[in-house]
């Protein structure tokens, strides 16, 4: 059973920064693509930035220079580093685990709130 548990969301100010984290449970965790999505109110759910087993990155141009994506595998733990965070930036973030055999995985999200 594997289990993401997201954590660091909550209300900031536009300008602010905040350190989102991702902790899986289970034993799929380094050999898994992670990410970052979102979803804001009335919108679709979108790549925020992913990151290989290997270590390779995309990050969405909507939030390229401002977020940084990185995982430690020894701690079974993936980060979203936002900074320079704007209003657009609200929405709920979800953390995903997308394993080749074991299949895809999703967290049940952390609601960041960007005022302005």
């Known amino acids: 059973q594997v289990q993401l548990v997201e954590s660091g969301g909550g209300l900031v100010e536009a300008g602010e920064s905040a350190r989102l984290s991702c902790a899986a449970s289970?034993?799929?965790?380094?050999?898994?693509?992670m990410g970052w999505y979102r979803q804001a109110p009335g919108k679709q759910r979108e790549l925020v930035a992913v990151?290989?087993?290997?270590?390779?990155?995309n990050t969405a141009d909507s939030v390229k220079g401002r977020f940084t994506i990185s995982r430690d595998n020894a701690k079974n733990t993936v980060y979203l580093q936002m900074n320079s965070l704007k209003p657009e930036d609200t929405a709920v973030y979800y953390c995903s685990a997308n394993h080749i055999l074991r299949g895809s995985y999703w967290g049940r999200g952390t609601q960041v709130t960007v005022s302005s």
């Open positions: 990151i290989t087993p290997g270590g390779r990155i």
């Open positions: 289970g034993s799929i965790f380094s050999a898994s693509t």
